[in-house]
């Protein structure tokens, strides 16, 4: 079903939410630590998982190293982490007035909800999920992108309150609007495409992984040209 995927992603940023502002500081790092080291090792098996959908390792491996000569001459880790510095100070300067006078008088809501729909939204697993949500009807990543988005949501929602859950409606237009570009596009793929474009998605979603275990900080979202080339490669090689 798709869309099933934002929903349970929406749903657990709420619940997320609420465990936070009930808990409000007793739930120890060490905790939160653990849970988040489980997922990251779910999003490595996901990864390997996806990876073993190719039917040639050559496409994945072209697509990934061609994408991120591409990402890195453009710049897009960077970037993406200078659209979310920039919207978040942008707005929240807008909402609490200029000044760090004005942004504490603004309250932790505004700064809360703010910072997590960013961190929500902008980010490699946003776009791979939703993708693969609208091409395939897999929810899967998506899914493990909820079980992040909760844990991180508890843990901002006992810091920030209850605005961290108002990123829900954000976070559920954003993916459901890449779903269904992806849906659009997806008429056009064929299942060799799908299949390679799976894989190049699962060395990247293998990226992820070794970020949230602290292995190695791959810049992942320099890699997503990847996924562009992946198709492009199939239907001028594959036979």
Do not use: H
Request: hydrophobic letters at 55%.
């Amino acid at each position: 079903m798709r869309g099933l995927g934002t929903l349970v992603n929406v749903a657990t940023i709420v619940v997320g939410t609420g465990v936070g502002v009930a808990v409000a500081g007793r739930l120890p790092e060490r905790t939160r630590a653990t849970v988040l080291t489980g997922i990251g090792l779910v999003v490595l098996a996901v990864g390997v998982e996806s990876f073993l959908e190719t039917r040639n390792a050559v496409f994945p491996i072209v697509s990934v190293a061609v994408g991120g000569l591409l990402g890195d001459a453009l710049r897009i880790e960077d970037r993406l982490a200078d659209l979310g510095t920039w919207l978040r100070e942008r707005f929240v300067a807008r909402a609490a007035g200029n000044g760090q006078d004005g942004r504490r008088a603004a309250g932790p809501f505004v700064e809360g909800f703010v910072t997590a729909s960013l961190l929500f939204c902008i980010g490699p697993l946003t776009i791979l999920g939703s993708f693969d949500d609208g091409v395939r009807g897999d929810p899967q990543l998506l899914v493990v992108k909820a079980a992040l988005d909760g844990v991180v949501a508890l843990a901002y929602a006992a810091t920030y309150g209850i605005g961290v859950g108002f990123s829900a409606l954000v976070v559920g237009g954003v993916q459901t609007g890449l779903t269904l570009v992806a849906v659009a596009v997806g008429d056009v793929l064929t299942d060799r495409m799908v299949a390679e474009l799976t894989a190049t998605g699962g060395v990247l979603v293998l990226g992820i992984g070794l970020r949230l275990l602290d292995l190695k900080r791959i810049p992942v979202a320099s890699y997503l040209p990847g996924l562009v080339l992946a198709p492009v490669l199939v239907a001028l090689f594959a036979r």
